[in-house]
């Protein structure tokens, strides 16, 4: 039988098929845990006196509540937010209660859970990965079927290595033709979640195919996965090639000598085979997209940035989100004020959007009134930006340049937008109060991001390359 | 968990549809180390006003909704973060039960491992039920049908497993852990 990606990567790990009456059970090799979602899953285990079964599989950072400020996290300033440092400590201690391996605060690893696993080379094709966070989807770039769970999953795994999954259905986003110059890989997710709608791929799991999507590098095709979830899709995955291979050789974590080379044969079976048949699809033409913005608040209310609000007058919902964003249908995007721009998070905090940053920034300066926060995505990535003399470019600028953290994509750390202001930024959401009560959120590309924060209007970063 | 098989009770309404976990409960809350009292805080940027006081125009504030285990709003219901703090919040308010015609997988899945019954039905119900608050609504897990109070009943697709868990009370993690012969056969049989 023509199987897909998915349907091979499920096949190697069902423990247990599933029946009409029962979910399958479904191994998980690679466990990711955060301070935010496990605490109360060690309770559970403490409660029923359980060991984590497979700490070999289980890897802890934290980066949620982690603040980013550089007194915060490596000076004696104490961690200003105090739930979040209780939550800091209780990960510290929980990791070497039950002997979970951790990269806490001021370790030279840490960063961004689903940048660092990549990073290390701890995700690989083929692989099941899971962590309580959404958009575990971002593994999937390497063709894992890695997605988000609650915490009481994250307790089921901790005890068994397992989950009980119901196996989703499967769709293929076909991306055919090349992406213009300024057009980035957000901005193709952007406009695949426009096309397919926040809640299109619920219930499935998406696998990227075609010519735009093979062409990218790992960084911009975790950009891709890392958003699968805005259209509602449990995961997304992209099918390993050389590009993937020749990301992860040497990395800490990946195989090595004899090993990688049947690792390699091994990861190469992870394709879906031709004539495959998925339970649903879209065609997107890479080569018609432009620099995408979102204007409402949720990723699905998108346009083109040269475009205009559309007017839909008493749609309820539209209306609603538009009074939140201060916007009025037929509204053109284009010179819109911007009071901060955020550039960083798991969707865009990699070296690549920092380099695409850079290029904007290189010799500009911010505009007056105008915040500009860049964060790492990772403490490595920190260090390959200062080393490439990135972030001596950002802070000529005028940028505030940090630690690594999810920072103001969520606003629990203490960096956060103020009620009514306009946030231009690289992250994933733009639901209401999301980056700080009140705030509103424009999803933009790295290039719109860095282009937007020197004029201190949004702006087309393409008349600035 | 508690075996749970039926549950009658007025309706609160929140009629917007793609309501994320963000607005059910705001990531600035997430910093607990428990599962308590997140009923303070659901809705919060909807329920409470910048000077932290009720907004009396938000469904939860008015009185009719005290005690309501029944809530119904708009298609794609908990999309977005992944935190479990959302069913956690819906359970120490009251709720019991969610209706929408659409309801997203991560949310579907935490929602039911807390018993929060998750519940999808046509076009046609949940418009009605939208266009009435307040409405006595009686829902049969056994049967896996709803009925309104006008006598109309509709049925609402439920998983056998998950019916069968809920019915007898039955935590996931015990089953999970009787096939951990399974899990180490599989395990040791693995070439990789």
């Known amino acids: 039988m023509r199987t897909t990606l998915f349907d091979k990567v499920w096949a190697a790990h069902e423990v247990v098929a599933e029946t009409a009456d029962t979910p399958a059970v479904l191994y998980v090799d690679l466990h990711l845990i955060h301070e935010v979602t496990s605490p109360q899953a060690f309770s559970l285990l403490r409660s029923l006196g359980l060991p984590v079964r497979r700490p070999d599989r289980t890897l802890a950072t934290m980066d949620h509540s982690t603040p980013t400020s550089t007194d915060q996290v490596f000076g004696n300033v104490p961690i200003k937010v105090d739930a979040a440092a209780k939550q800091v400590r209780q990960l510290e201690q929980n990791a070497a209660e039950f002997g979970v391996e951790l990269f806490g605060m001021r370790d030279a690893r840490r960063g961004i859970v689903h940048v660092i696993s990549p990073e290390l080379g701890a995700t690989q094709p083929g692989m099941t990965i899971v962590c309580g966070d959404s958009h575990t989807s971002t593994h999937g770039a390497f063709g894992a079927l890695a997605f988000g769970i609650g915490t009481t999953e994250v307790g089921h795994v901790f005890a068994t290595q397992s989950l009980l999954q119901r196996k989703p259905k499967t769709f293929a986003v076909n991306v055919e033709g090349q992406l213009r110059p300024g057009v980035t890989a957000k901005d193709l997710i952007l406009a695949v979640i426009g096309k397919v709608g926040v809640s299109g791929g619920t219930g499935h799991v998406f696998e990227y195919r075609g010519s735009a999507i093979r062409a990218l590098s790992m960084d911009e095709r975790m950009t891709v996965c890392n958003m699968s979830i805005e259209a509602g899709a449990r995961a997304g995955m992209i099918a390993p090639d050389d590009t993937t291979f020749a990301y992860l050789e040497g990395k800490p974590r990946a195989p090595k000598a004899a090993e990688w080379d049947a690792a390699v044969a091994r990861w190469r079976t992870f394709a879906t085979d031709p004539g495959a048949v998925f339970d649903a699809s879209v065609d997107i033409d890479a080569s018609t997209l432009e620099p995408m913005i979102t204007y409402g608040t949720n990723p699905g209310m998108v346009l083109p940035i040269g475009a205009s609000i559309p007017d839909k007058a008493g749609d309820e919902v539209f209306d609603k989100a538009l009074r939140y964003m201060g916007f009025h249908g037929g509204d053109a995007m284009l010179g819109k004020p911007v009071d901060v721009v955020f550039i960083g998070s798991c969707t865009n905090g990699r070296l690549a959007d920092l380099q695409a940053a850079a290029r904007i920034l290189e010799g500009r300066k911010v505009a007056p009134g105008v915040r500009l926060l860049i964060v790492p995505g990772s403490q490595e990535i920190k260090r390959a930006a200062e080393a490439q003399g990135l972030a001596d470019i950002f802070k000529a600028a005028g940028a505030d340049w940090r630690e690594s953290g999810c920072s103001m994509c969520l606003g629990m750390n203490g960096d956060t937008v103020a009620a009514g202001q306009y946030s231009i930024s690289t992250s994933n959401r733009n639901f209401e109060g999301r980056q700080g009560v009140g705030a509103r959120t424009l999803l933009v590309s790295p290039f719109t991001a860095a282009a937007s924060a020197v004029q201190g209007r949004i702006t087309d970063p393409r008349e600035m390359l | ?192």
């Open chain 2, 1 to 192: 968990m508690e075996p749970l098989n039926r549950v009658r009770s007025r309706t609160v309404v929140i009629a917007s549809s793609n309501i994320d976990t963000d607005q059910i409960i705001p990531a600035r809350f997430l910093t607990t180390t428990t599962k308590d009292g997140l009923g303070r805080q659901l809705f919060a940027d909807w329920r409470y006003r910048a000077d932290g006081s009720p907004n009396p125009d938000f469904a939860l504030n008015r009185p009719e909704a005290r005690g309501a285990k029944i809530l119904v709003a708009g298609r794609n219901f908990g999309c977005g973060s992944s935190r479990e703090h959302a069913p956690w919040a819906l359970l120490d308010f009251g709720f019991r039960a969610i209706i929408s015609t659409e309801i997203a997988d991560i949310f579907r899945g935490n929602s039911l491992k807390n018993g929060l019954l998750p519940i999808v039905v046509d076009d046609a119900t949940a418009r009605w039920l939208l266009d009435n608050p307040g409405a006595e609504v009686d829902i049969d897990l056994n049967a896996a049908r709803l009925t309104l109070p006008t006598g109309v009943s509709a049925a609402f697709p439920l998983e056998a497993f998950a019916r069968h868990c809920l019915l007898n009370g039955i935590d996931e993690l015990g089953y999970l852990r009787g096939r951990l012969n399974d899990i180490e056969r599989y395990e040791t049989a693995r070439p990789w």
